[in-house]
């Protein structure tokens, strides 16, 4: 069939998505609200977490603005397409608009997710459907503006005359040019990352660390005064951010994929139409799940009663539903479009969909109390707090072993898949490139179902506190309790598929950046621009274009044999680290003042023994203007540190700055976020009152927040944070190519 008559596949999917995202708004507007109380309650959350993105984007605006800037100066000079200042802001727009719809979602659910609970014959299953498909607001908008922003921009670039050229030479500059808004995307992402994890874990410690072991308060008691705080924050960082983040994975990896198709057909001199196959074949295996994952959304239901495992059987019914359609459905999309190796291809979807299935289970396992490493971490909790936290350093780092296997099985099996063997002769490594990248869109095929799981959780985080600030009683919090502790699983596994979903996404960008760098070589060799170290490897556009990965590689000289190569490694490591110490120490900075605001309210005896009202909106300033403040600079690293890189050392450098930053960001991230989902639900698993605990407001119950605490930003806002550095580092790179070559020093 033609390709691209196949292709408006991808923006009817991208309507039928965003029409379902707007019945699943409306409908849950229509929900009743509950007491005057509760409202209130919804109404301080909702103005909070609104006032916050407001300011957040005020910053965010300025730097697009000098950052779009400077690409036209770069543009102007040869140095990049001028298309590129465009696309990077369009991106950068669609990822903040669907955290912020996500995110608005959430304010406006949480309240009716707590009513819905109060119904004592079917409270759970109106609870859990009504919190889940407000998280697939979140879900589905994220899919459908990525698939609108990518078919809106190919069907400009094609039809318009603004790439010259013709043949697979335009395709593969076309797309080339459109995973440059992907660079967009991710500084957002890392904006909404990162300032929503310093704003909602410094209102959580400082709530958790005064209200639950000094004055010994229950979770979201009222008479708290940075309870509030940390519930905008939940949505602002666990909402709003997570969008943001996989908004940016999600166009990536359909993005790297058809840059890289392209590719391949040009390597192996193939003609326009078998190029156009390999171009339409990620954008519509990713329309094609946006529209299978609502199917999804609608079989998500459970009973009154139901336990964890129970709960969690329910999301997966969805989630495997959707996932065995895709799978069928890839294989009639790939047999469709002609593509020759189309049973090749279908194997590394297959096996993308399999590894991130596996990642979340092994997160499930590592971050569930139904399992025994979260027991582990409580049983620790008997002897202290600092037995708590070396338990749930130890199970972290454990839990590293599993994800990293599977992600190298993974590609080394998609890559098999797709090349044949394992041989990397030019053409097998364009083409096992290639099925790596859609190996990465198999797994983000599902992503308006998996964002719906993770979206859940905030929601069902703050119905609890919607119901214990408004007095609800206990049949009520339990409900919410059991929603808000699946809700940290899911969480947790919703952390570990996106970083597993990055990784596969960072090693197609990092092929991708390789395309970028033949096409600015020749832009730059055309242009006569002799200024870069390479200038004797440089030819014109024609002879680049003909250049294969391996002979491009050896040409500039990429090889652990170059100390480059080797320096740049020990950059990109290090720069992991640094990372997530200064967004720690930024949270801990926060954190010191909530927690000084905190105490200083509840000195008042009428604030501590509920007479007067503590005053939220002091604990919602601290955390906004710490967030705002501390985001800066880590974000700056983020894309300062690519660019000098790549002037100093060169592509070899910066090759090497993307390997050592993917591999050690991975295991960094994955480590993290399993430790401080584990540590959570350590907290959660002796709050419930086993027999070999005591329950609530005891030592051990002391010790479990503390480790609870320490991990409130290793999962929420560092561990996360990575792998869009990792992503953004590799965007960049791959803007700023021309850059690299035409001023590289070394």
């Given at each position: 069939?033609?390709?691209?008559?196949?292709?408006?596949?991808?923006?009817?999917?991208?309507?039928?998505?965003?029409?379902?995202?707007?019945?699943?708004?409306?409908?849950?507007?229509?929900?009743?609200?509950?007491?005057?109380?509760?409202?209130?309650?919804?109404?301080?959350?909702?103005?909070?977490?609104?006032?916050?993105?407001?300011?957040?984007?005020?910053?965010?605006?300025?730097?697009?603005?000098?950052?779009?800037?400077?690409?036209?100066?770069?543009?102007?000079?040869?140095?990049?397409?001028?298309?590129?200042?465009?696309?990077?802001?369009?991106?950068?727009?669609?990822?903040?608009?669907?955290?912020?719809?996500?995110?608005?979602?959430?304010?406006?659910?949480?309240?009716?997710?707590?009513?819905?609970?109060?119904?004592?014959?079917?409270?759970?299953?109106?609870?859990?459907?009504?919190?889940?498909?407000?998280?697939?607001?979140?879900?589905?908008?994220?899919?459908?503006?990525?698939?609108?922003?990518?078919?809106?921009?190919?069907?400009?670039?094609?039809?318009?005359?603004?790439?010259?050229?013709?043949?697979?030479?335009?395709?593969?500059?076309?797309?080339?040019?459109?995973?440059?808004?992907?660079?967009?995307?991710?500084?957002?992402?890392?904006?909404?990352?990162?300032?929503?994890?310093?704003?909602?874990?410094?209102?959580?410690?400082?709530?958790?660390?005064?209200?639950?072991?000094?004055?010994?308060?229950?979770?979201?008691?009222?008479?708290?005064?940075?309870?509030?705080?940390?519930?905008?924050g939940d949505n602002v960082g666990d909402v709003a951010g997570?969008?943001?983040?996989?908004?940016?994975?999600?166009?990536?990896?359909?993005?790297?994929?058809?840059?890289?198709?392209?590719?391949?057909?040009?390597?192996?001199?193939?003609?326009?139409?078998?190029?156009?196959?390999?171009?339409?074949?990620?954008?519509?295996?990713?329309?094609?799940?946006?529209?299978?994952?609502?199917?999804?959304?609608?079989?998500?239901?459970?009973?009154?009663?139901?336990?964890?495992?129970?709960?969690?059987?329910?999301?997966?019914?969805?989630?495997?539903?959707?996932?065995?359609?895709?799978?069928?459905?890839?294989?009639?999309?790939?047999?469709?479009?002609?593509?020759?190796?189309?049973?090749?291809?279908?194997?590394?979807?297959?096996?993308?969909?399999?590894?991130?299935?596996?990642?979340?289970?092994?997160?499930?396992?590592?971050?569930?109390?139904?399992?025994?490493?979260?027991?582990?971490?409580?049983?620790?909790?008997?002897?202290?707090?600092?037995?708590?936290?070396?338990?749930?350093?130890?199970?972290?780092?454990?839990?590293?072993?599993?994800?990293?296997?599977?992600?190298?099985?993974?590609?080394?099996?998609?890559?098999?898949?797709?090349?044949?063997?394992?041989?990397?002769?030019?053409?097998?490594?364009?083409?096992?490139?290639?099925?790596?990248?859609?190996?990465?869109?198999?797994?983000?095929?599902?992503?308006?179902?998996?964002?719906?799981?993770?979206?859940?959780?905030?929601?069902?985080?703050?119905?609890?506190?919607?119901?214990?600030?408004?007095?609800?009683?206990?049949?009520?919090?339990?409900?919410?309790?059991?929603?808000?502790?699946?809700?940290?699983?899911?969480?947790?596994?919703?952390?570990?598929?996106?970083?597993?979903?990055?990784?596969?996404?960072?090693?197609?960008?990092?092929?991708?950046?390789?395309?970028?760098?033949?096409?600015?070589?020749?832009?730059?060799?055309?242009?006569?621009?002799?200024?870069?170290?390479?200038?004797?490897?440089?030819?014109?556009?024609?002879?680049?274009?003909?250049?294969?990965?391996?002979?491009?590689?050896?040409?500039?000289?990429?090889?652990?044999?170059?100390?480059?190569?080797?320096?740049?490694?020990?950059?990109?490591?290090?720069?992991?680290?640094?990372?997530?110490?200064?967004?720690?120490?930024?949270?801990?900075?926060?954190?010191?003042?909530?927690?000084?605001?905190?105490?200083?309210?509840?000195?008042?005896?009428?604030?501590?023994?509920?007479?007067?009202?503590?005053?939220?909106?002091?604990?919602?300033?601290?955390?906004?203007?710490?967030?705002?403040?501390?985001?800066?600079?880590?974000?700056?690293?983020?894309?300062?540190?690519?660019?000098?890189?790549?002037?100093?050392?060169?592509?070899?450098?910066?090759?090497?700055?993307?390997?050592?930053?993917?591999?050690?960001?991975?295991?960094?991230?994955?480590?993290?976020?399993?430790?401080?989902?584990?540590?959570?639900?350590?907290?959660?698993?002796?709050?419930?009152?086993?027999?070999?605990?005591?329950?609530?407001?005891?030592?051990?119950?002391?010790?479990?927040?503390?480790?609870?605490?320490?991990?409130?930003?290793?999962?929420?806002?560092?561990?996360?944070?990575?792998?869009?550095?990792i992503k953004l580092m590799s965007m960049v790179s791959i803007?700023?190519?021309?850059?690299?070559?035409?001023?590289?020093?070394?």
């Amino acid at each position: 069939m033609n390709p691209e008559i196949l292709f408006w596949i991808v923006p009817t999917a991208s309507v039928v998505a965003l029409l379902f995202a707007a019945v699943f708004f409306f409908n849950m507007k229509k929900a009743p609200e509950g007491t005057d109380r509760m409202r209130e309650i919804a109404g301080y959350v909702r103005e909070g977490a609104m006032a916050y993105l407001k300011q957040q984007y005020k910053i965010v605006a300025l730097f697009f603005v000098i950052i779009a800037v400077i690409f036209g100066v770069m543009a102007y000079f040869g140095l990049q397409n001028n298309i590129v200042p465009v696309a990077f802001l369009t991106g950068g727009i669609f990822s903040g608009l669907a955290g912020f719809i996500g995110m608005k979602t959430a304010t406006y659910a949480s309240g009716r997710v707590a009513e819905a609970c109060r119904d004592e014959q079917d409270g759970l299953n109106r609870g859990l459907k009504l919190a889940f498909r407000s998280g697939a607001v979140l879900g589905l908008t994220v899919v459908g503006f990525g698939l609108l922003d990518i078919s809106a921009w190919y069907l400009i670039l094609d039809n318009t005359g603004l790439v010259q050229g013709e043949g697979i030479n335009k395709l593969v500059e076309i797309t080339t040019i459109m995973l440059t808004f992907g660079m967009g995307a991710s500084l957002q992402a890392l904006f909404a990352r990162v300032g929503g994890g310093i704003y909602t874990k410094a209102a959580d410690v400082g709530a958790d660390l005064v209200g639950k072991t000094e004055f010994h308060f229950n979770e979201d008691d009222p008479r708290n005064p940075a309870t509030i705080a940390d519930n905008v924050g939940d949505n602002v960082g666990d909402v709003a951010g997570m969008g943001a983040d996989l908004y940016e994975s999600y166009a990536g990896s359909i993005l790297a994929s058809a840059a890289l198709g392209a590719a391949a057909v040009a390597a192996a001199r193939g003609t326009y139409e078998q190029g156009l196959q390999m171009v339409m074949a990620p954008m519509i295996i990713g329309a094609v799940g946006a529209i299978l994952s609502v199917l999804g959304i609608f079989i998500v239901r459970t009973k009154q009663g139901a336990t964890q495992s129970q709960l969690m059987a329910a999301l997966n019914r969805g989630i495997n539903f959707s996932g065995i359609l895709i799978a069928l459905a890839s294989a009639g999309v790939l047999y469709l479009l002609g593509i020759e190796n189309w049973l090749g291809l279908w194997g590394s979807i297959v096996i993308g969909l399999l590894v991130g299935i596996l990642i979340g289970k092994v997160t499930e396992y590592y971050t569930s109390f139904e399992f025994k490493p979260v027991k582990f971490i409580a049983e620790n909790a008997t002897t202290g707090p600092a037995t708590v936290i070396i338990s749930g350093i130890g199970v972290g780092m454990i839990s590293t072993c599993w994800p990293v296997i599977f992600i190298v099985a993974g590609t080394i099996g998609a890559y098999l898949c797709a090349a044949g063997d394992l041989a990397f002769s030019s053409q097998n490594l364009s083409m096992g490139l290639y099925g790596i990248g859609i190996a990465a869109v198999g797994m983000l095929s599902t992503l308006g179902l998996t964002l719906a799981t993770d979206a859940y959780g905030p929601i069902s985080d703050n119905a609890g506190g919607n119901a214990e600030m408004s007095g609800l009683g206990e049949s009520v919090r339990s409900r919410t309790d059991a929603l808000d502790a699946l809700g940290n699983t899911t969480a947790a596994t919703g952390k570990g598929f996106a970083i597993g979903s990055a990784a596969l996404t960072a090693l197609a960008l990092l092929a991708s950046y390789i395309e970028e760098l033949k096409i600015a070589a020749g832009r730059l060799g055309d242009a006569d621009i002799t200024l870069s170290a390479f200038s004797g490897a440089i030819g014109k556009g024609y002879e680049v274009a003909s250049w294969g990965i391996a002979e491009f590689m050896s040409k500039f000289e990429v090889t652990l044999m170059n100390p480059k190569v080797l320096l740049g490694i020990f950059i990109g490591a290090m720069l992991s680290f640094l990372f997530c110490g200064l967004t720690m120490n930024a949270v801990g900075r926060a954190a010191k003042s909530m927690v000084e605001e905190v105490r200083s309210q509840l000195s008042d005896q009428d604030v501590l023994e509920g007479r007067k009202k503590a005053d939220y909106a002091r604990c919602v300033g601290i955390s906004t203007q710490g967030a705002q403040r501390e985001m800066i600079i880590p974000s700056l690293i983020a894309v300062v540190v690519p660019i000098l890189t790549g002037l100093v050392m060169g592509v070899a450098g910066v090759f090497g700055l993307l390997a050592g930053g993917l591999a050690g960001g991975f295991v960094l991230a994955v480590f993290m976020a399993n430790s401080g989902g584990a540590w959570d639900n350590a907290k959660k698993f002796i709050e419930t009152g086993h027999a070999e605990f005591c329950g609530k407001h005891t030592p051990i119950h002391d010790a479990s927040v503390v480790g609870d605490t320490v991990g409130d930003p290793f999962k929420d806002t560092s561990g996360p944070s990575l792998n869009i550095l990792i992503k953004l580092m590799s965007m960049v790179s791959i803007v700023t190519a021309g850059l690299n070559i035409a001023f590289s020093l070394l």
